[in-house]
């Protein structure tokens, strides 16, 4: 069984021997000991396109993925519009303010289709609710490099003009599945170049093709799943996907160690120890004990918060577009495991 050290320490001989033809991205850790993973150029559009197919030659997709950041999706979902003959119209993040424009030049411009992050599916569902009808909107892709949990029924409700497709996968192991508008939630089909296994529900992947280098062999995702029936009717195993495994947890559709970020706090002579807190609505609290000496004030939490995300390749771009999203709070004392799930604040 592969694991994810395992898997850095073999792409880091790669690079120390070169490796032409192919992109770097991170898929967590941090600048001292980050997390990298090597795509082949392609990023396997064409091998997901064979089983997965919701754009056409007369699609035209906004993609409002953000790039930068050593992030995977802006890229691949560019890739993907091309190898299926649709136009793509490579947005990126939304600024802030008003969506209305967006929307307007959307629809002027033929769009057909939407490839979202959580967030910006989020800001759609708050213009649709808000009684603004989005009927341009024929296909909503969701997912890629991550787990988007976007509650289905909440689409539904939205866009119901509007066809639904998701990929599912994770940064290392890249898109491991997909699911269709007549899948179940969280069901999702193994890709054919991709052998999905679940051990002891644990998900392991093996990539089918000579193009990954490192290879990819019964890759220990971090993630918990188990085989499940789908109501489509698809022929082939399906796979329900659970959520990650401790120390990991899920925010914003990735999947985050918390123990890196309490490494990170703890690094500095600033915090004798820390804790994760995660909430329902997917917030985060850095719980510290600060040093002696250190005060308690908006100053010390704010040079705290800055040293952890500035470090984190993962966490800090997705904080980046949401900044309330996380905080760090001085206790007195900690309790209970790093990770703290569901816990409210």
Known sequence: ???????????????????GGAALWAHGGTLDAPGLSLLPKGMFASEIRSAFSPLGPTDVLANLHPSGRMRPDHYFFNHFAAVSDATVLPVGQLPEGPDDDWLAFFARHHVTAVAAPPQAVARLLGVSTAGRP?????????????????????????????????????????????????????????????????????????????????PLIRYDTQERGEFARCACGRPGPAVRVL?????????????????????????????????????????????????????????????IRFRVLESHLALAACVLEQPDAFEVVAVDELSGPSVLASEEF
């Open 1 to 19: 069984m592969l694991t994810r050290p395992e898997l850095e320490a073999a792409t880091a001989e790669a690079l120390a021997v070169g490796r």
């Open 134 to 214: 989005v009927p341009w909107l024929r296909t909503l892709l969701l997912g890629g490099a991550f787990h988007d949990t976007t509650n289905d029924a909440s689409l539904a409700s939205s866009f119901p003009y509007t066809d639904v497709w998701r990929l599912y996968g994770t940064p290392t192991a890249w898109v491991m599945g997909q699911r269709g508008p007549q899948c179940l939630a969280d069901i999702y089909h193994p890709l054919p170049h991709q052998e999905v296994e679940v051990v002891d529900g644990r998900l392991l992947v093996t990539t089918l093709t000579a193009s990954r280098t490192p």
């Open 243 to 303: 959520g990650p495994r401790p120390p990991f947890f899920r925010f914003h559709g990735r999947a985050v160690s918390a123990q890196e970020l309490v490494d990170l706090a703890t690094a500095h002579e600033e915090v004798t120890a820390a804790q994760i807190a995660v909430s329902s609505d997917q917030r985060i609290q850095l719980r510290v004990r600060l040093a002696p000496g250190v005060p308690d004030d908006h100053h010390s939490h704010a040079w």
